[in-house]
């Protein structure tokens, strides 16, 4: 978990280690922050809390083996993909904390994803290809696999391009401003639960606006006025 001013603190999970599911729980509990802001859109939400009534919806090819991936990845684990989101929303519900969806609509996401350029559509299909048959025989460290996310972004930017702009690039610019519009609608501590990945990116984006002059006027305007 990484703290981003007095405020707003951002909890990076990998979707499918069973452990995250867990540890989000028991810090949501014991923080009881007044807002819990979940990278998931309202309709994916609803997927996760009812999958079969989503059966038939996708994005195309590379959609599909995306979820596929995550969905096999999760039998491995024990841990399906979006355990670590329904759990904090139930763990939100339970101490009473708000729950904010952060994440840009799966709508927009699939729309982007039918454009993606055949060439990394075919690499898609022949990387989930691979690791379907390599991961039941595989062993996942989960803190590897968070040790140098960095370069592991690196490397998936180069080998995809457009993929990696709809994936991270345009849900991140996203998922900053809903974060400054909850900051800016509230008083009291904001837990972020959002992939791994992205906590590093958003805590970098969000520091410079926790700091600076919009956020402090609303800061004190709250203040002034409650008192």
């Known amino acids: 978990m990484e703290r981003v001013g007095s405020r707003l603190s951002l909890f990076g999970t990998v979707h499918v280690d069973p452990s995250s599911a867990a540890t ?12 819990v802001a979940l990278e998931l859109d309202e309709g994916r939400m609803m997927a996760l809390e009812n ?29 399906p993909p979006g355990t670590d989101m329904l759990e904090a929303a139930r763990a939100a519900k339970a101490v009473g ?32 290809l691979a690791s379907l048959v390599v991961l039941p025989f595989s062993r996942i460290n989960w ?10 972004i690196g490397a998936f930017r180069k080998r995809y391009p457009v993929l990696s702009s709809i994936l991270i690039d345009t849900r991140e610019e996203h998922m900053i401003n ?26 970098r984006a969000l520091a410079g606006y926790m700091e600076g002059s919009g956020f ?12």
């Open 216 to 227: 402090a006027t609303s800061f004190s305007w709250q203040v002034s006025t409650g008192s």
């Open 178 to 203: 809903q974060l400054k519009r909850v900051m800016d609608s509230t008083t009291g501590q904001v837990l972020a639960v959002v992939g791994f990945g992205h906590r590093a990116s958003l805590a």
């Open 24 to 35: 989000v729980r028991d810090t949501i509990v014991g923080m009881k922050p007044e807002v």
């Open 51 to 79: 999958p079969k009534a989503q059966r038939g919806r996708g994005a195309g090819v590379s959609f599909l083996t995306m979820a596929l991936l995550e969905k096999f990845a999760g039998q491995m684990t024990g841990s």
């Open 97 to 128: 904390s708000r729950v904010e969806f952060i994440d840009l609509p799966i709508t927009n996401t699939g729309a982007a994803l039918r454009k993606l350029p055949r060439k990394e559509k075919a690499k898609l299909v022949v990387d989930a």
């Open 143 to 152: 803190s590897k696999v968070t040790e140098d996310m960095d370069s592991q």
